[in-house]
């Protein structure tokens, strides 16, 4: 049972470009998240997906997309990478009902230059 | 909307110290308050949880009381080691449209020195 995992750890882009940020889980949970934290911030909702076929906008939304692929799986798309996307990314899954506990990943460390 | 607000750190304490991490919200309804930890390179780790008033959430030595009535749930643990250096973040629940989120704070850095 490996939670959840994410995949790059590191990454470093230069401006304009792109890429995805992968995100799965394998405790049967219906919601996924993905937050950015950025330091003195706290972590902020970028896009939520409640159950598989659903997302939904955050807090900080802009220049990104999701895609809820399944049930397991939620990608974060960066289609046009700005330096103002520097900050390190999580993803999370939660199970409904239980108390809205939710499960983060490791991180991915993204670099914008 | 729903917040929280936690008190800035740095903390920095001895070993075998008392330890206090102040955290209020605003919200409507009766949320769920959780607080989560964050080692080192690591992702979050709930460390406690309360879903209604009165209720305390408690895990590793470490306890918070859901008050209602001062809209608080400070974190406390009565003599904190090395090993608990880390981030602390008050979190709470935040239902809309049948979807559940969590709004948190902006975090507590804890240096606990031997």
């Known amino acids: 049972n490996a939670g959840v995992t994410q995949t790059p750890k590191f990454q470093v882009l230069k401006t304009g470009q792109s890429m995805t940020l992968q995100c799965a889980q394998d405790m049967n949970h219906n919601s996924m998240y993905w937050y950015r934290q950025d330091p003195g911030m706290g972590l902020r909702l970028i896009y939520y997906?409640?159950?598989?076929?659903?997302?939904d906008k955050g807090e900080v939304p802009n220049g990104y997309n999701v895609s809820r692929l399944n049930k397991r799986e939620f990608s974060l798309r960066l289609e046009s990478a700005a330096p103002s996307q520097t900050s390190v990314y999580f993803c999370?899954?939660?199970?409904?009902?239980?108390?809205?506990?939710?499960?983060f990943g490791p991180g991915t460390r993204l670099t914008v230059t | 909307g729903n917040s929280v607000t936690q008190m800035e750190g740095p903390v920095t304490l001895s070993e075998e110290a008392f330890l206090t991490i102040n955290c209020t919200y605003t919200a409507t309804g009766y949320p769920s308050l959780f607080w989560y930890v964050q080692y080192p390179g690591e992702g979050l780790q709930l460390l406690l949880k309360?879903?209604?008033?009165?209720d305390k959430g408690s895990n590793k030595g470490f306890e918070a009381t859901y008050r209602k009535e001062t809209t608080s749930f400070h974190l406390e643990k009565g003599s904190v080691q090395v090993s608990d250096s880390a981030v602390y973040f008050c979190?709470?629940?935040?239902?809309?449209?049948?979807?559940?989120?969590?709004?948190f704070g902006k975090g507590t850095k804890l240096t606990v020195n031997p």
């Open positions: 997906s409640a159950s598989e076929g659903t997302t």
């Open positions: 979190a709470l629940s935040d239902i809309k449209g049948g979807s559940e989120k969590l709004v």
């Open positions: 999370a899954s939660s199970a409904r009902p239980q108390g809205y506990e939710q499960y």
């Open positions: 309360a879903t209604k008033a009165d």
